[in-house]
């Protein structure tokens, strides 16, 4: 069965103390992964994607086929990364997104 | 503004009633979709539809309906068969249904049972 885990529900760090959000995925083909943010009173966007492997408001993520795992990390986290973030992951030919069920980021001054 | 609308922003519905959630998408995506937001679930797919008179449905579609009838559109309906219905809904759209192409949310519906 495809799934999602994101084993924390909350996540809180100080300002400048590096970050990483976990993620893990049970899928037996090859996936495609996503982290998803959601800010305060926005609406819930594409943060990145593995298959771009780029960089996004500092934030990476790097795909372990072999831990099956996709966590996000970001060396120095500032206030304005406090928000909701969602792990997800598209399988098989109809790309439908199977999400995580969230961690929430707390970033303290 | 353009992108993806979602109304009402707030709706409340007694017992027993039907209400309809509305979707508009003017970025000519083929695919759209509703998920349901529930504290600590994530989000759980409901309907999704491909192109205009086609949709399937999710993992949790039970008690609600939907339609396509013009690209740019995918109302759903929350019928009395839905036990819970309570929850923050949200549409998405995306180019087509491939797995690499980002989805593109609204800003949600937050419904309440009375």
């Known amino acids: 069965a495809q799934r999602v885990t994101q084993p924390e529900k909350l996540l809180s760090v100080f300002k400048g103390a590096p970050v990483e959000l976990k993620c893990n995925y049970s899928y037996s083909g090859s996936p495609e992964l996503f982290w998803y943010v959601q800010y305060s009173r926005q609406r819930l966007q594409l943060l990145l994607r593995h298959i771009s492997r780029e960089s996004i408001k500092g934030f990476t993520a790097d795909l372990n086929k072999g831990e099956t795992s996709f966590h996000l990390k970001k060396p120095f986290a500032q206030e304005e990364d406090s928000a909701m973030y969602y792990c997800a992951l598209s399988g098989g030919s109809q790309g439908n997104l199977i999400f995580g069920k969230g961690t929430k980021l707390s970033v303290k001054p | 503004d353009g992108g993806i609308t979602q109304s009402p922003k707030y709706l409340f519905r007694k017992e027993g009633q039907n209400v309809t959630l509305s979707c508009e998408q003017n970025l000519n995506h083929d695919a759209m979709y509703w998920y349901r937001q529930d504290p600590g679930q994530g989000l759980r797919l409901i309907y999704y539809?491909?192109?205009?008179?086609?949709?399937q449905k999710g993992d949790i579609a039970e008690g609600y309906s939907v339609s396509r009838e013009k690209k740019e559109s995918f109302p759903l309906t929350v019928t009395s068969a839905q036990k819970n219905p309570t929850a923050f809904y949200l549409c998405?759209?995306?180019?087509?249904?491939?797995?690499?192409?980002?989805?593109?949310f609204g800003p949600g519906t937050r419904l309440t049972v009375l």
């Open positions: 998405a759209s995306s180019i087509a249904q491939t797995r690499e192409h980002e989805q593109f």
């Open positions: 539809s491909q192109i205009v008179n086609d949709f």
